[in-house]
């Protein structure tokens, strides 16, 4: 790498930091089957896996804590989410809540997604400002999805705009705090948490242990 591309790196990364410019990333796993009928069966059961949040948590090795919420704040067991539910995630050795909202929901016969974006926490109390309880900004999106192609399946999550939450009144009093998630913790992290969830999404466990 050239010392101009490095400088170029560098002011990237500082603008990155004050949460002047965002990333977009995309994690995926996928698998291949037989034939079409094995494959659609395991097309829907990768649908289940999707909707069924609160079961994220179960994935084994570090990994973080989704909880979901319904449209009141109220943690739910519900299978299958709605557009204004909310999905509480805690990162492991934390107990900073990052939160959430539901803003969309696609179903399709051979793709199946939602997406989620940086939210206030639902329902604070009339004391509390309310500010984005996340270490991205509202224009962040993640995007997760199962998807159907022939024989094969993929899973993938797809990452938008993500800015750093550290600027304004956004951010409240997390402004350092946001930083330190998103480019300390959740940097190292992310590549790990998002591979073990689309991994498990195409049932690759499931097929080594077959």
């Known amino acids: 790498m050239g010392i101009k591309k490095i400088v170029d790196k560098v002011k990237e990364e500082v603008k990155v930091l004050k949460g002047e410019e965002s990333k977009d990333k ?42 979901l919420h319904n449209a ?13 539910y909310f999905m509480k995630i805690t990162l492991p050795a934390s107990n900073v809540e990052n939160w959430v909202n539901i803003s969309s929901i ?20 009339a004391d509390e400002e309310e500010v984005t309880e996340h270490f991205f900004t509202k224009e962040a999106s993640s995007t997760f999805r ?19 939450n550290n600027q304004g009144e956004e951010s409240g009093d997390r402004s350092v705090l946001n930083t330190l998630i998103a480019e300390g913790g959740w940097a190292g992290f992310q590549g790990l948490q998002w591979d073990k969830l689309t991994s498990y999404l195409v049932h690759q466990e499931e097929t080594k242990a077959g």
């Open 106 to 125: 696609r179903i399709e016969d051979n793709l199946a997604e939602f997406t989620v974006h940086p939210s206030e926490k639902p329902n604070p109390p």
């Open 72 to 84: 009141r704040g109220l943690k739910t067991t519900a299978e299958i989410p709605e557009i204004g």
């Open 26 to 67: 995309l994690y995926q796993n996928e698998q291949d089957y037989p034939d079409v009928a094995s494959a659609r069966t395991a097309f829907e059961e990768s649908k289940k896996k999707l909707f069924n949040v609160n079961l994220w948590s179960n994935l084994e090795g570090i990994n973080s804590t989704f909880e």
């Open 146 to 164: 199962v998807e159907l192609q022939g024989t094969r399946l993929i899973a993938s999550e797809v990452g938008k705009n993500e800015y750093i």
